[in-house]
């Protein structure tokens, strides 16, 4: 039994795919859902044993890497890194997903988020898994990094319970440009949903996008987190509103304070000052 095994990580929020094939030599213009994809040749130098290798890159910062053993993966990340230093090397296997595509005539088909069974490899399916793997590393990324707002808004939630906002208004605008920061990047990512273009040409293709989509629940989990950035944004409302509030209440009593100075100054002059 023929297979063949991915791996994917996720490094960067964005990556710049000409830099990268312009270095290997490869020339061409990249819309933001086409991958990038290296193959034996280009690894001369960089792995010992390049034969029935690649690596997919997305532009959405995701790598998937074909029939790769974990130092040799760790090999081309540093070697990418000094091409494109958005790539990051430490943490490398923080998110992974892990799959094979295996041929088997004798076994019958066989489809999950674990593996696939099939008669005869065929190009399009690695393409596919590739990218089902790439883009689900890549939201698991952002469902990490909307935890950690989601913790950090929870902190505040409890002091406003407590009837208590000891958040400086410089703190709240950090986390208000944060939480605006991961709602523009999450934006970008609406691109992983999109099919790509072997799913456009091939029915074939396109069925087994679909359902490999549909495993790793791709749409659901991107639902989820829009929904949850919304939630964000209008807690941020609520603070900024809250912070306003509480400047204005300053300002009035400032200005309350003041009123009150110079009628206790305008009362001593008149009765102690003038005799």
Known sequence: MAQTE????????????????KHFGINRKFKWEDSLVLREKDFQGIVRQPENKAVYLFSFGSLVFINCQPHEITDIVSYLHRIEPNLHTANIFEFTDDYVLAADAGQPPALNNDYMVT???????????????????????????????????????????????????????????????????????????????????????????????TIFELDGRYEIIRHKTHTLMDITEVFSGLSHARRGTLLEWAVIILIAIEICLSLFEIFFLNR
């Open 6 to 21: 991915f791996k994917a990580v996720v490094l960067a929020n964005e990556i710049d795919l000409a830099k990268i094939a």
């Open 119 to 213: 008669e005869q490899v065929q190009g399009f399916q690695e393409e596919i898994v590739a990218t089902v793997l790439a883009k689900s590393v890549a939201l698991d990324r952002i469902e990490a990094q909307i935890g950690v707002l989601l913790d950090e808004v929870e902190d505040i939630i409890t002091y406003l319970e407590e009837g208590r906002l000891t958040v400086s208004d410089r703190q709240l605008a950090q986390l208000s440009g944060r939480i605006l920061g991961f709602k523009y990047n999450t934006i970008s990512y609406i691109m992983l949903l999109d099919k790509p273009d072997i799913a456009w040409i091939s029915e074939e293709a396109d069925a087994l996008y679909a359902e490999l989509s």
